[in-house]
């Protein structure tokens, strides 16, 4: 009976070991293998757009760190934020930021912001980001280290 127990249990931890090892894979890949549809990156300068309306938010201003500062991004329907080069908003000093850290989505004439599984999470205005959550201007987006205020 003990024996059977004793071998039962060994399986268990093994099983575990297994997933646990399964689990790491899975994170790293994620960090490695970037963006799936890469997106053109840069800052741009902001054009005049009549069709937003007033407290839409239509650009992310980088305001953190200091030797970035004032960088701009004008927001489509969905902008990436990341590390990786395919990124919208291509922050690749930032050793902080996933590879794909978040997303800046339309909704409904809305902005919204939504982690997407980063290691070190996203925070608006020093609120952990869960699921998505809406940006309105002046809001500071914390993508790793770097700080964004949406205009």
């Given at each position: 009976?003990?024996?059977?127990?004793?071998?039962?249990l060994?399986?268990?931890?093994?099983?575990?070991?297994?997933?646990?090892?399964?689990?790491?894979?899975?994170?790293?890949?994620?960090?490695?293998?970037?963006?799936?549809?890469?997106?053109?990156?840069?800052?741009?300068?902001?054009?005049?757009?009549?069709?937003?309306?007033?407290?839409?938010?239509?650009?992310?201003?980088i305001?953190?760190?200091?030797?970035?500062?004032?960088?701009?991004?004008d927001?489509?329907?969905?902008?990436?934020?990341?590390?990786?080069?395919?990124?919208?908003?291509s922050i690749?000093?930032?050793?902080y930021?996933?590879?794909?850290?978040?997303?800046v989505?339309?909704?409904?004439?809305?902005?919204?912001?939504?982690?997407?599984?980063?290691t070190?999470?996203?925070?608006?205005?020093?609120?952990p980001?869960?699921?998505?959550?809406?940006?309105?201007?002046?809001?500071r987006?914390?993508?790793?280290s770097t700080?964004?205020?949406?205009?």
């Amino acid at each position: 009976m003990t024996d059977s127990l004793l071998g039962l249990l060994k399986l268990c931890l093994l099983a575990l070991l297994y997933l646990f090892f399964v689990r790491v894979l899975w994170a790293v890949w994620t960090e490695v293998r970037g963006p799936r549809t890469p997106a053109p990156s840069g800052a741009t300068p902001a054009p005049k757009t009549k069709g937003r309306k007033r407290g839409e938010v239509g650009r992310l201003t980088i305001t953190e760190p200091k030797p970035l500062r004032g960088a701009a991004y004008d927001l489509g329907t969905e902008t990436t934020v990341g590390r990786g080069a395919g990124c919208a908003v291509s922050i690749p000093d930032d050793t902080y930021a996933s590879t794909l850290h978040a997303r800046v989505f339309q909704r409904d004439g809305a902005t919204f912001v939504e982690d997407l599984g980063s290691t070190n999470g996203t925070y608006v205005n020093g609120q952990p980001v869960g699921g998505p959550v809406q940006l309105h201007k002046g809001d500071r987006l914390q993508v790793g280290s770097t700080v964004l205020e949406a205009g």
